[in-house]
């Protein structure tokens, strides 16, 4: 199959530069490995979005953006990019291969480990990575949050609906999440947070029983007994497969310039994959959009 232009990943940025690429009439791709809406799908209300005053369900707007890239002639087919082929401008999936003019890489990124020894067996027995999916398992049971950015406070207040108790950690003595946030986490009485600390190790064999924390001022080591522990302490961008093929930074984030062009000039990335400072469903739609515009420059020769 030959298109104009392919967006690999169907989140927030892949589907804006969807909805500009397809109308401007170039044929356009989405190939989405997973679920259309990307991350936002995996929360639930989002109260920073513009054009939302009353918020807005993840899995609502990711539909609605869908919708609209629909709209104006975007395709979407599920699968996964292993590889570009640079020289043939062909896009390699695990079922097919694609050639196009313009690639758009959208991939975004997943939630970063703790890497402790256990962390991968007690996944999906009392460690999440995603309150959404995993909080009503927690019912009248004791939870703790990893982090102290927005979605690490935001799912603290989620996992209140179920939760009898959650913990937030932090390795900080003050948060960063936006301050409305902190005044409800701080105000909620079934939270209490843990400052100045950091997961040292994690108890239980079948499922989660508990972990030692370590207070990083007195050095201090004690077991916090749990049912369930959610993690939120940054993002690994999903760009393993663009290892050698483009320039990356020295955490795998795309590297582009002003233009959302990367070192391969008719390869444009946007959102979460790229090397910025803060990845936000209005910055990865804004890069989406100038992403999509240089591609259609790019192919149009102005
Ligand atoms: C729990 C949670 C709550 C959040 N709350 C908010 C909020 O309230 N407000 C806010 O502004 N932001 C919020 N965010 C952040 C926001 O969701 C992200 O910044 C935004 O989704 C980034 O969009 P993106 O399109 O760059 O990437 P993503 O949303 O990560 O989408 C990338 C897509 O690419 C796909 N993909 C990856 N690799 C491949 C491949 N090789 N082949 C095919 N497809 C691939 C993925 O499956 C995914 O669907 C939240 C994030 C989380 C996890």
Known sequence: MTKDIIIIGGGPAGLTSAIYTSRARHSTLVIEEKAVGGQIILTTEIENYPGFPKGIMGPELGMLMEEQAKKFGTEIKYDSVKSINIDEKKVITEKEEYTCKAIIIATGATPSKLNLPKEEELTGRGISYCATCDGAFFKDQIVAVIGGGNTAVEEALFLTNFAKKVYLIHRRDKLRAEKCLQERLFEHDKIEVIWNTIVDSLEGDDSLKGINIKNKITGQISLLPLDGLFIFVGYTPKTEFLKGLLELDENGYI??????????????????????????????????????LSAIAYLEGY
């Open 255 to 292: 590297k582009v310039n002003e233009k959302n062009q990367t070192s391969i000039p008719w390869i444009f990335a946007a959102g979460d994959c790229i090397s910025k400072p803060y990845k936000q469903i209005a910055t990865a739609v804004g890069d989406g959009c100038t992403a999509a």
